[in-house]
């Protein structure tokens, strides 16, 4: 977090969310075109007891585009307003559906889309906010249905066009490879400051296997949709 930035806290989020509402409501018409990919959004893919962390992020526009990266690209028709081009958030902007925050409509990402993109962006760029996300939301998914995650990003991501997320994503699972990883000491430390009542050593746990089950079920999903199909055999799960 950068001097003067504001915490993400519950606060920050209830903030965040009012803000958005307000731009959805200036958007009028128009606000379904936008998706909402940030912060916000693990409270609404799953069911959970612990309080998520929250967010800090009032409204900032992202797009996913090859060229240009890290950079800021002027929005066409506005004569201030400009996107932040960054790498991962593409799958994010295929997978959604209309939704309310506080009464009016957006585009909200799926979970699919959510962790495809969350994943790909917490591989690159190693960002604790990026990395807790991703963990909060899974262990969540896991509780209720344990293969909902690793099923919604693979009908998600192409096997062939998407090779390069399909790696990070599977790449940042070896973050959460014990209690020990980087992602999962990033996941127990920010669940406590955010609230968490569970014991570190059960955070842990509950982290790695999550995240665990959901790796293994990707490769799975990966290497049949990869695998040519022969007589007799299906070519991809359901």
């Known amino acids: ?3 003067g930035e504001r915490p993400r806290d519950r606060e920050a989020r ?3 969310e009012a803000a958005l509402a307000s731009l959805l409501h200036a958007a009028d018409r128009h606000s379904t075109e936008l998706v909402l990919i940030g912060g916000l959004v693990p409270e609404y893919l799953v069911d959970a007891d612990d309080p998520h962390q929250g ?6 526009f992202l797009t996913d585009v090859a060229d240009d990266l890290d950079q800021e690209i002027a929005l066409p028709g506005t004569r201030a307003v400009s996107v932040k081009n960054l790498r991962g958030p593409g799958p994010a902007l295929r997978d959604a559906h209309v939704a309310s925050v506080l009464g009016e409509r957006v585009r909200m990402v799926e979970i699919g889309g959510y962790l495809a993109a969350k994943g ?3 591989f690159w760029r190693r960002a604790e906010k990026d990395l807790y ?4 939301v899974l262990v969540h998914a896991a509780r209720t249905d344990p293969d909902r995650a690793q099923r919604a990003v693979a009908a998600v991501l192409d096997p062939e066009v998407d090779r390069d997320r399909w790696g990070a994503v599977l790449g940042v699972c070896g973050l959460f490879e014990d209690e ?4 999962t000491t990033t996941f127990v430390d920010t669940s406590l400051a955010a609230g968490s009542e569970q ?3 059960d955070l842990a746990l ?5 995240v665990r089950l959901f790796r293994a079920g990707l490769q799975a999903r990966r290497h049949a949709a990869t695998t040519p199909a022969g007589p007799g055999r299906a070519g991809a799960q359901s």
């Open 1 to 3: 977090m950068s001097r």
């Open 14 to 16: 209830a903030l965040a």
């Open 206 to 210: 509950d982290a790695v296997l999550a």
């Open 180 to 183: 020990e990883g980087t992602g």
């Open 120 to 122: 790909a962006a917490a």
């Open 199 to 201: 014991a570190p050593e």
């Open 133 to 136: 996300d991703f963990a909060w």
């Open 55 to 60: 967010t800090n992020d009032v409204v900032e």
